[in-house]
């Protein structure tokens, strides 16, 4: 959580710097997407929106409001649904080099709404917004900032250059995470989809001045035209994150940002319980969605790529938890705690998984691989309980793998399928090995089918 005191200093330090002229006549025809009067952007209002982000930006945001995002999205769509709740100044460079934003009048065909959910001009021209702009647009509507807690915040977007980008969705600063700048991100396609809810993990953006993390710039009026603030007049901006000297005393690119934003050195030990009671709310959180998607799933399919699969598959989930499971092996390891300790800690911590079954957090952290994120799976596979059941899935999934790159790559480029083919062989190798070991009963078909696979 970032320090209201260190908002209300910068905010004082800046306030001569967060007034800009608008023209004379504040007249707004009735055909822009939205009204905005005299409002706009401040360092008030960048605190509030990121309040806003904190508390609203969900997983399951876009899938309730039913809009269709992938990664670039997040960013654009979250900015600007807070700018129409606010009547603050929004815009957006489209790929085609075009300033749109709150004034353009494309969309006056469409009726207007006083709430943003039911304002179908808003949303035709939200929907407009987010179809033409990318990763690649996002530099033209952004600037670099200082890596430090007030401004690295809930809404700052990162984005890897031409490839990936998402916003902070809270910054923790208790060690209860994997790193104290939490991220919520979207993939491709574009689709109604849940959000993951991830630890911030991102490569070092080595100087491109491009990637890294970014705030979204403040239109302003000067005459007719709407435009962007110059980049240098911002109170946050700053080239730190891309200086040679940046990881200087630090492990890598992530232990710099880390370290930056949260300076407390942790005892390992009450970093421990603070991760443990972590995985066991995500842990809990999942026992819903789990039990719905069980009854829901009965009911109607939910294949992979469905509404359903969105909504109830728990795949980002157990990403995360998967993370934080790993983080929390790697303190036993480094810091010399007793192993046996944490994990009789984590035997005595139940968790009920349906109405008459109980599995301990220990469980999980020995069974986490054999987890099921797939809505269809049983209970049981859901919860590593059906341990032959994922291996006989996993190898049925490394078997297609090979078929299909034997049939698609064996004889145009063998040297690529030789790679992949050897990378879902292990998997064989793996599942056929932990199959014996678990005294698991492979049925003749699945051999046959093995063997005419492996020729």
């Known amino acids: 959580m970032f320090s209201f005191r260190l ?17 004379d006549d504040f007249h707004e025809p009735d055909s822009q997407v939205w009204k905005v009067g005299q409002r706009q952007w401040t360092l008030q209002e960048e605190y509030n929106y990121s309040k806003w982000v904190e508390t609203n930006i969900t997983e399951d945001f876009f899938i309730r409001h039913k809009i269709r995002v992938d990664c670039a999205d997040v960013p654009y769509a979250s900015r600007w649904i807070y700018a129409r709740i606010n009547h603050l100044p929004a815009a957006a460079r489209t790929v085609n080099n075009r300033l749109i934003g709150h004034w353009s009048k494309d969309w006056n065909r469409f009726p207007t709404n006083t709430t943003w959910e039911n304002d179908k001009r808003f949303r035709a021209a939200l929907m407009a917004v987010l179809s033409s702009t990318s990763t ?12 430090a807690t007030d401004s690295v915040t809930p809404g700052t977007t990162f984005l890897i250059a031409g490839d990936h980008a998402g916003i902070v969705s809270r910054v923790v600063m208790d060690g209860s995470t994997a790193h104290p700048v939490q991220t919520v991100e979207a993939n491709m396609p574009t689709r109604i989809q849940r959000l993951q809810l991830r630890n911030f993990a991102f490569p070092d953006p080595c100087g491109d001045r491009i990637s890294g993390f970014l705030k979204f710039r403040w239109p302003i009026k000067t005459g007719n035209q709407w435009h962007y603030l110059p980049v240098k007049e911002y109170p946050f901006y700053s080239m730190e994150q891309y200086s040679s000297t940046f990881t200087k005393g630090y492990a890598d ?14 005892d390992p030990g ?29 009911e109607s399919q939910c294949a992979e790529g469905s509404d359903f699969w969105e909504v109830y598959s728990t795949l980002c989930r157990d990403e995360f938890i998967g993370v934080m499971l790993s983080h929390l092996e790697e303190i036993v390891r480094k810091n010399n705690l007793n192993r046996d300790a944490v994990q009789a800690k984590m035997a005595k911590i139940r968790l009920q998984i349906s109405p008459e079954r109980f599995v301990t957090l220990q469980h999980v952290f020995q069974n986490f691989k054999w987890l099921s994120s797939d809505p269809e799976a049983t209970i049981e596979a859901r919860w590593g309980l059906d341990k032959c059941g994922m291996i006989a899935i996993h190898l049925k999934s490394a078997l297609e793998s090979i078929s299909f790159i034997q049939q698609k790559y064996g004889k145009t480029d063998p040297h690529v399928a030789e790679r992949y083919i050897w990378t879902q062989q292990k998997i064989v190798d793996e599942m056929t090995g932990e199959s014996r070991k678990n005294n698991c009963r492979i049925s003749f078909h699945q051999y046959s089918r093995l063997e005419r696979m492996l020729r």
């Open 253 to 266: 690119y992530l232990e710099a940002i880390a370290k930056r934003i949260d300076l407390k050195v942790h």
């Open 270 to 298: 009450e970093k421990t319980e603070k991760i443990i009671n972590t995985i066991t709310g995500r842990l809990n959180e999942r026992i819903s969605v789990v039990l719905d998607g069980n009854k829901k799933c009965r």
């Open 7 to 23: 908002i209300a200093l910068i905010i004082a330090a800046y306030a001569s710097m967060t007034v800009f002229a608008f023209c």
């Open 136 to 147: 690649r647009t996002l530099p033209f509507d952004s600037y670099p900032i200082r890596i």
